[in-house]
């Protein structure tokens, strides 16, 4: 169908419409005309998961195929020489001079033009998607030179930022700039050196946080984890360290925490140590199932328990700390489901205190009205049969 003719529909068979359309047909689609782009923010097209902004080495905006981390589904990569200019895109006044291929649904433009075209082509992305969000990927080395570019507030659209280098290391002046600039509310990860006097708590309230580079980080600083899951690598916790951690979980702190992830453990750890005064039990298939399934933002990773010590903090919570090869986690087992046939007066309080559950179920939600949280999560309320369901959505980010 022409541009013309689908103009010429009825907004609500043009919205249906774009609404089918793949990203890249809907981007240029939106070249079309100033009408063209304001029909599609009023058709509020959403995006499943966010949109990935890579500054550095490899300049990009990128959308990932819905259930996949590595097939792209539409990007627009800035390379040093583009194969052969077919053409040009208008972005706010600016144009840029692209080559396109289809096949791979890419557009490739000038390296040379990405730091004046970078927030004109997320605010026109903004603009076609609902309620967007960016994950946006960083180098420190270009951070300089980025800074004018950072300071846009489309930015702080961010829901996860990852800051990496091979050389520098990040400090907290970068650290302070780049949470204030982008305002990531789902997740960090850091794949660079901290400075020697890095104040770690400034990220320590993030649901998934990823260091790659701990260093030295006190106990007291993980002992305030407020993060649901938490990768940390290289660091230098000992056996009593992350004994006297767990004692502070049973003790009932930590309550958000469901998975904590440490490496640096090629050898198998001195249980005697890290389990001292935990009363803790091997696995029991009647307890709780062998496998855990952890999903840090898209991906599932499934982790073996059977050789975990179980143990329980003061209200019951049930919990396995397991090795294997060098690494070792510590995982928090919530209810697998909870079902009551007759459940009377319940309180609202206890309704607000349920634990989700880990099992699979899978619900139709087509006909689900969507709305999100103040932190952007999405959810979705659909009706089926005599049923209401509450559903709450993960996006994907990358690590």
């Known amino acids: 169908m022409s541009s013309i ?9 043009f919205s249906k419409i774009v609404h089918s359309m793949g990203i890249m047909e809907l981007f240029e689609l939106s070249q079309v005309s100033h009408r063209v782009l304001n029909l599609l923010k009023l058709s509020r097209i959403p995006v499943v998961r966010s949109v990935n902004v890579l500054i550095g080495k490899m300049d990009s905006i990128f959308f990932y195929e819905f259930g996949s981390s590595t097939k792209i589904d539409f990007a627009i990569d800035f390379v040093e020489k583009p194969q052969s200019i077919t053409g040009q895109i208008k972005i706010n006044n600016i144009c840029i ?25 997320l605010t026109h992305l903004d603009k076609i998607f609902f309620q967007v969000k960016w994950a946006i990927g960083i180098e420190l080395n270009v951070l ?33 700039y780049l949470l204030e600039r982008t305002h990531p509310t789902f997740g960090i990860t850091i794949r660079s050196n901290l400075d020697a006097n890095f104040n770690y708590k400034k990220i320590l309230h993030f649901s998934r946080l990823s260091v790659h580079n701990l260093g030295k980080m006190p106990l007291e600083d993980l002992k305030a984890l407020d993060s649901e899951i938490a990768y940390l690598k290289n660091h230098q916790f000992t056996e009593t360290d992350i004994n006297e951690f767990l004692h502070h979980w049973i003790e009932g702190n930590s309550k958000k925490l469901r998975h904590l992830h440490l490496d640096g453990f090629k050898d198998t750890p001195d249980w005697d140590i890290l389990l001292k005064d935990i009363s803790f039990t091997e696995w029991n298939p009647k307890e709780r199932e062998r496998y855990y399934k952890s999903k840090y933002t898209n991906e599932v990773e499934t982790i073996d328990c059977e ?23 510590f995982l928090i087992l919530h209810f697998s489901r909870l079902r009551v046939p007759n ?37 979705t309320v659909v009706y089926h049969s005599e049923f209401l369901d509450f559903l709450i959505w993960n996006d994907t980010f990358p690590e």
């Open 5 to 13: 003719q689908l103009l010429s529909c009825p907004f609500l068979i």
């Open 307 to 329: 050789n975990g010590r179980d143990f329980r903090n003061k209200d019951g919570q049930l919990a396995t700390v397991v090795h294997h090869s060098e690494f070792l986690d």
């Open 97 to 121: 001079d692209i080559s396109k291929n289809t096949e791979k649904r890419i557009i490739y433009c000038k390296s040379s033009q990405y730091e004046v075209a970078l927030v004109p082509l």
């Open 343 to 379: 459940l009377g007066k319940m309180p609202l309080e206890y309704l607000k205190a349920s634990k989700y559950t880990h099992e699979v179920e899978t619900i139709d939600c087509e006909d689900g009205k969507d709305f999100r949280n103040k932190d952007g999560q999405r959810a």
């Open 144 to 176: 300089n030179t980025m800074r004018e570019v950072l300071s846009h507030s489309v930015f702080k659209k961010c829901r996860y930022l990852q800051i990496r280098d091979e050389t520098e290391a990040l400090s907290n002046e970068d650290c302070e």
